[in-house]
């Protein structure tokens, strides 16, 4: 029995962050309410008192649940009857971990946007926190709820790609090819160390075609090699990046990720190849998955068609030919999240099937990140997560 147990629909859903002029807070937003899992209740969404409350009036905040920090919602909210049972932390990666902690500990059940946080050390001060509470933690790496990354997957599971040999995954955009405007607010934070932390691409973009190559193979990572740049003139922070990898297993792979390539807008793109054979997905026409068995010709999979499994079917919303893309993959992860937190309310496990990124996938990220620096500083040299 927990806290919560009394309680019946619609979850409700605190955000840290996300004020006016924030673009991922309108995205989780968005994604909370497709499917009309929550509710927005609080919201300590500025680090400016003003521009706080300007935001939650222009959300229709009752102006009793906007805050003018984390901590005050944190200690309010657990002590309301009505308080929020969740909250989704969208700030700059350096405030992650300090705002997680505080509703962590009060059993309240954090959503956070990726990377974890800006550094190793905290991300590990976090999943302790994360150890001793009982709430849980949900990371939103989105590209893991879109249907035909679970097709893949659950391919890959079956054995019907073999044993893996080669992965794979890019990540290119062009967004900061050259030095930002000064009120560009999206830019300044990631290519600042103090709030981005130590990677630049790796940490934004990399570390979500790390995730989604190891959530679609399941194959550990056992070391890697990595050459990263940071071309535009006097960013601190690398823009582009080549990975090589070396799974357990004796798979390999290379991840890129370069935010400094022109012509690209979002190009994650994923290719797996196993002994029987391989798959190919884009996340820029996210509908289709390519698989070639060996030896036979190239098939395409769409969302909802003909060929694909339960995995895919379980997180599509509409029948085939109607595009599914960024904000329902995004809108996958928190309703996966609100199977689990329903489950919770009555003390029960998680339910089976029900599949987000949690403290472990983000404690890995930023060591994913870690790793990529020293081996860069050794100019390339294999290294092993830490």
């Known amino acids: 029995m927990t806290k919560f147990a009394d309680r019946t629909g619609p979850i409700r859903l605190g955000m840290v962050g996300g004020g006016q002029g924030a673009f991922i807070g309108g995205v989780h937003r968005i994604a909370s309410r497709i499917d009309g899992e929550y509710t927005l209740t609080a919201g300590a969404l500025s680090s400016t008192p003003e521009k706080a409350q300007a935001s ?11 805050y003018d920090d984390f901590k005050a919602m944190a200690m309010r909210e657990a002590r309301l009857k009505d308080g929020i049972e969740a909250v989704a932390i969208v700030t700059p990666n350096h405030m992650h971990a300090a705002a997680a902690i505080e509703f962590l500990k009060r059993g309240i059940h954090v959503i956070c946007d990726k990377p974890l946080t800006s550094t190793l050390a905290e991300a590990r001060k976090l999943a302790r926190a994360a150890e001793k509470s009982d709430a849980l933690f949900v990371l939103t790496h989105n590209y893991t709820g879109y249907p035909m ?68 193979t399941q194959l550990p990572l056992h070391s890697l090699a990595a050459d990263l740049d940071h071309f535009v003139d006097g960013r601190t922070l690398d823009d582009n990046a ?142 092993t997560l830490s």
Not at 56 to 66: I, K
Not at 301 to 313: E, K
């Open 242 to 383: 080549h990975v090589m990898l070396r799974f357990d297993g004796g798979a390999k792979g290379m991840l890129w990720c370069s935010q400094v390539a022109v012509g690209n807008e979002n190009g994650l793109r994923l290719r797996v190849y196993g002994d029987k054979g391989g798959v190919e997905w884009t996340q820029e026409n996210p509908t289709n998955l390519w698989f070639t068995p060996l030896g036979e010709p190239k098939r395409l999979l769409t969302r909802a068609g003909a060929g694909t499994g339960d995995a895919a079917a379980r997180v599509s919303r509409i029948p085939a030919g109607h595009p599914e893309g960024y904000l329902e993959g995004f809108a996958n992860i928190y309703t996966e999240a609100a199977r689990a937190i329903r489950a919770h309310r009555n003390g029960a496990p998680v339910p089976d099937g029900v599949m987000f990124p949690t403290i472990d996938d983000g404690l890995e990220g930023m060591a994913f990140i870690d790793a990529c620096v020293r081996s860069s500083k050794r100019d390339g040299a294999w290294v």
């Open 56 to 66: 939650a009036a222009d959300l229709g905040l009752d102006p009793s649940r906007s």
């Open 149 to 216: 990354i679970r097709q893949a997957r659950a391919m890959i599971e079956a054995g019907e790609l073999g044993r893996i040999r080669v992965v794979q995954v890019e990540y290119p955009q062009d967004w900061l090819a050259e030095a930002p405007a000064p009120d560009n607010k999206q830019a300044a934070w990631r290519t600042d160390p103090e709030k981005s932390g130590a990677g630049g691409s790796t940490g934004d973009i990399g570390t979500h075609a790390f995730n989604l190559a190891r959530f679609v």
